[in-house]
């Protein structure tokens, strides 16, 4: 486990990734009016792309044990014990199978979507959303060559964008920007993301769903915060959390506007912030063990199992015996019980309004 020594390894945040999932199959239960299924975003979706995007990809702790210990029991390149919300978000829309887009070696894919302005260092692994952008339409142009093909294609996809902001917002904070300096770069975030939309619709995508940020600061990163009044009664970072508020109500605006704009376009927010505070209450109220509903199954040290010093997979730092009762994996990322359980949460909103029919 060779990353444990290398510098750039210290901090293992939220990554970006392209992951494309072009299975047409759909499995007995759910027939929804579309065949593809795209997706854009970042280290919580990533099913194995952030380790295939660069030279060292292997020493990332999602290649490595005990990341997959709960499925398949090896590592995928996801970052959790298992699955992810979108694999089961994917399965519950009828899809059979997922595959991660790989670019061979972008590894110098790490331009950030405000590269300009507040020059924040964003580690190389990363993949901007302007970054997966190009890589998703050399794919599409490589399958579709004709503007028309490319129309076609698209008009029978559901295109999920994000999140993709939780690298932006963390590192920022983490390389000791305010909580006002990161609000001031929240427009040119929510700009990239809606740009990204707006120009997929102009290709002919008909369906798009933008997800909100879930939750940070849950009291591992980012944190130099020393005072209790800053915490909220759940024991999450409150400023953090107001920023990322800001944040989601911003792309709803957003997406508001986007829809006045393209009135025949399917355009709809996903609420990831509230559908995984639920889950984390309600984990809180009813599990046996309240602390666990913060704690990570993976890590070690703090209120909450995290320290990024010695991160999940580091020599030496626990995993407890059964991640299915645990909401955070690494202190970061989900188990994967909290993705399934979130995705259920998220699909029962979403299903019948893409008019997919279950039997
Ligand atoms: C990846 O690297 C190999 C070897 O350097 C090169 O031949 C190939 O063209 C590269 N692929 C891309 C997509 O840049
Ligand atoms: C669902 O079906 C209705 C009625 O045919 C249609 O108006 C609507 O656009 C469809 N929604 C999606 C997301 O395809």
Redesign the pocket.
């Given at each position: 486990m060779g990353y444990a020594t290398s510098p750039s390894m210290k901090v293992i945040i939220f990554l970006m990734f392209v992951l494309v999932a072009t299975t047409s199959s759909q499995s007995q239960n759910t027939r929804c009016?579309f065949d593809l299924l795209y997706h854009l975003g970042d280290g919580v979706f990533d099913n194995g792309n952030a380790v295939a995007n660069m030279q060292h990809g292997s020493r990332l702790p999602a290649a490595n044990i005990p990341y997959g210990n709960t499925h398949p029991g090896k590592p995928t390149g996801r970052w959790s014990d298992g699955l992810l919300d979108i694999d089961y978000g994917a399965q519950g829309l009828g899809f059979s199978e997922i595959t991660a887009y790989l670019s061979e070696n972008s590894s110098s894919a790490n331009a950030i979507m405000f590269a300009e302005k507040p020059r924040i260092k964003i580690p190389s692994y990363t993949v901007s959303l302007n970054i997966q952008m190009s890589w998703f339409k050399k794919y599409l142009n490589a399958i579709c060559p004709t503007p028309t093909d490319r129309a076609d294609k698209l008009s029978n996809a559901l295109f999920l964008f994000g999140d993709v902001e939780a690298n932006d917002i963390t590192y920022s904070l983490i390389q000791r920007k305010s909580i006002q300096q990161v609000q001031s770069y929240i427009p040119y975030v929510t700009k990239a993301q809606i740009n990204a939309a707006r120009e997929v619709i102009k290709m002919g995508a008909t369906?798009i769903i933008l997800p909100g940020n879930a939750p940070m600061g849950l009291g591992a990163d980012p944190g130099s915060c020393a005072n209790t009044a800053d915490y909220d009664d759940m024991g999450c970072l409150k400023s953090v959390n107001d920023l990322i508020k800001l944040k989601n109500n911003e792309l709803q605006q957003a997406i508001f506007g986007l829809q006045k704009e393209f009135p025949n376009t399917?355009i709809m927010y996903a609420d990831f912030y509230n559908s995984e505070l639920a889950l984390i209450q309600e984990t809180s109220i009813s599990g046996k063990n309240k602390k666990m509903a913060l704690q990570a199954c993976c890590g070690v040290g703090g209120k909450y199992n995290y320290d990024k010093k010695r991160f999940c997979g580091y020599p030496g730092v626990p995993v407890c015996s059964d991640p299915n009762q645990y909401f955070f994996w690494d202190g970061i990322h989900l188990t994967q019980e909290a993705n399934n359980r979130l995705s259920s949460a998220l699909q029962q909103a979403t299903l019948a309004?893409?008019?997919c029919t279950i039997s």
């Open positions: 009016p369906r399917f309004t893409l008019n």
